[in-house]
Each structure stands twice: as structure tokens, then as C-alpha cells.
């Protein structure tokens, strides 16, 4: 089995600061995904990363694959309300499709 | 276009009782899943369907735990004598029928709480 470890498991900040989660796992894995979970929502797929090293960036998101594949962050700058939620690191590269979920990590921003 | 819909939002059982929960994927989505999330174990892999395949039962944590997908849509989990153990959210989620789709839609779960 393939495990992610994800921290912090908890972030809280006030609105404007920037936060850096982390998905570390001693595996290498051809790819990669971020989920978001809003409470009394499923999770919600927010981008797949694919090559070492890759850098995407989604509005105020960016997130990095490391060179090896065995880790990768998701920064948020200038953090909003709407950004809190679960932020969860997804192995999408088991048998038959089935996703290998990190423990997740809460982020609450306070405005 | 709708998403994948699951019912009950929320169940409240008791101990030993059976209950089912339905799952409804998105039309079209030949691959249908089931994941639970609890506190402790946060989210796992439980079962998963694709086309007229042979389901992974893989992730099922005990044979209390069966689910169904009927005509290629609908889905059925069904928990047989409930424990408190089993309070848990259900997810389900669908996705394309490509080899290696990349993104699962999840549904908004059902919220189990086995009393």
C-alpha cells in the first residue's frame, strides 16, 4: 500500500495570509491529485500532477510535484474564506481506479 | 448537468439493524465507487463497479458489507446488522468510462449514525 502522509493535519489563519500543505510518502507515484471536501459536500477534484517537478496553478493555488514524485504542496496565497475545507492528497493510480486518500489536511480561514 | 446524487442525506439506526443506501452516478459514468469516511480512519476505498465486470470487493471490511449496481446505474450499499463502528459518511462517486480516468465525481454522501 501506498501511503500519503499529508500535514499539518489543522491550519486555521486569518483571511490574507498564505498556507503551504504537504504530501509526502516514501513511494514514487506516476501522479498525483488534490481534492477539496466542503462540509456536507464530497470531495471535489482540484488538479492532477503528472511530471517531476511539475508546477500548476489554479487561481491562487499553486501546487508542485517534486522532482522525485514522491511528494508534493499545495500553497495558497492570500487566503479567502471560500478556501476553507479539507484538502486531501490522492493517489488516482491504484488497481482499477480506486483512490489511496491522505489523512487530509483542515484548513479554516477566518475572515 | 446533474452531478451524482446519494439518499438518504442522513440515516439514524440502531445497533443490528440493516439499512441501505442508494447511489445515483451521473449518466453515462460506466465506473461507479464506494468510499467511507470515518474520524479515525479518515477516507477508504470500499467497493468498486465497472461495466458489466466483476465488482472489487477489495476494501469491503466485512461480509455485513454488501452493495449491487443494478442495469449499470444504480447502485445499492447495504450494511447488514449495524455496529457503532459503522457510523461513518458514504460516498459514492462515478466516473468515465475510459481505462484510466482521471477524475472521480464524488456525491455528497450519506451520513450513517448507528446508535
Known amino acids: 500500500t501506498q501511503l500519503l502522509e499529508q500535514s499539518p493535519q489543522f491550519l486555521s489563519i486569518q483571511e490574507g495570509e498564505n498556507l503551504t500543505v504537504y504530501c509526502n510518502s516514501s513511494s514514487v507515484f506516476s501522479s498525483l491529485q488534490w481534492y477539496r471536501q466542503e462540509p456536507g459536500e464530497g470531495p471535489v477534484l482540484l488538479v492532477t500532477?503528472?511530471?517531476?517537478?511539475e508546477v500548476k496553478k489554479l487561481k491562487r493555488l499553486t501546487f508542485q510535484f517534486g522532482d522525485a514524485r514522491k511528494d508534493s504542496s499545495l500553497h495558497i496565497t492570500a487566503a479567502q474564506p471560500g478556501d476553507t475545507g479539507l484538502y486531501l492528497c490522492?493517489?488516482?493510480?491504484?488497481?482499477?481506479?480506486?483512490?489511496?486518500f491522505g489523512g487530509g489536511t483542515r484548513v479554516l480561514v477566518k475572515p | 448537468g446533474a452531478g451524482v446524487s446519494q439518499s438518504p442525506s442522513n440515516k439514524v439506526t440502531e445497533k443490528g439493524k440493516d439499512v441501505e443506501l442508494r447511489c445515483d452516478p451521473i449518466?453515462?459514468?460506466?465506473?461507479l465507487y464506494w468510499y467511507r469516511q470515518s474520524l479515525g480512519q479518515g477516507l477508504e476505498f470500499l467497493i468498486y463497479?465497472?461495466?458489466?465486470?466483476?465488482?472489487?470487493k477489495s476494501g469491503l471490511p466485512s461480509d455485513r458489507f454488501s452493495a449491487e449496481r443494478t442495469g449499470g446505474s444504480v447502485s445499492t450499499l447495504t450494511i447488514q446488522r449495524t455496529q457503532q463502528e459503522d457510523s461513518a459518511v458514504y460516498l459514492c462517486?462515478?466516473?468515465?468510462?475510459?481505462?484510466?480516468?482521471?477524475?472521480?465525481?464524488f456525491g455528497p454522501g450519506t451520513r450513517l449514525t448507528v446508535l
Open positions: 500532477v503528472v511530471t517531476g517537478g
Open positions: 463497479f465497472q461495466g458489466n465486470s466483476a465488482p472489487d
Open positions: 462517486a462515478s466516473s468515465t468510462p475510459t481505462p484510466r480516468a482521471d477524475t472521480q465525481y
Open positions: 449518466s453515462g459514468h460506466t465506473a
Open positions: 490522492v493517489n488516482n493510480r491504484g488497481a482499477g481506479n480506486k483512490l489511496t
